[in-house]
């Protein structure tokens, strides 16, 4: 019987363990912006099919000395990609072209390009895995 409850009391424990080490924060550093007016979108993707369609979190951040720093807390480990765009004239939305080419900056982790198109979240993707991880993305 003693037995029994010292088990369960492990399970419970390990359990608890467990699910406090599987979450992960995420801080976001922007640098290289020229301007204080706009916005900048940062967005957080966790599939490849969801890559910049519909982000799993998102911030909207005021620029401050050419840089802005998006923190997202509790996310699951997994795998990740983030991207962003610089809002220059602070429409709420990425400028485009008449083919669809953006006139806004934009950059993705990584610092992934598409060539001929969007870039890709296998070339924008890295791995959460640590309690506290911090990437850098260069406009």
């Not at 709420?92 to 008449?98: E, P, R, Y």
């Not at 953006?102 to 959460?128: M, V």
Request: proline fraction near 4%; charge should be positive; include cysteine.
């Amino acid at each position: 019987m003693i037995f029994r409850k010292l088990a369960f009391v492990f399970l419970l424990f390990s359990s608890l363990v467990t699910w406090s080490q599987s979450t992960c924060n995420l801080t976001v550093t922007l640098t290289g912006l020229d301007s204080k007016k706009g916005k900048l979108y940062v967005a957080v993707y966790n599939t490849k099919e969801s890559f910049l369609k519909s982000p799993f979190k998102g911030e909207i951040l005021e620029i401050d000395n050419g840089k802005a720093i998006a923190v997202f807390k509790d996310l699951p480990q997994g795998v990740y990609a983030v991207s962003s765009f610089y809002d220059k004239n602070n429409n709420g939305k990425l400028d485009t072209n008449l083919m669809g080419i953006p006139k806004e900056p934009h950059a993705t982790s990584n610092n992934a390009t598409g060539s001929f198109g969007p870039p890709k979240f296998e070339d924008a993707k890295f791995k959460l895995e640590k309690k506290e991880t911090v990437i850098t993305i260069q406009y």
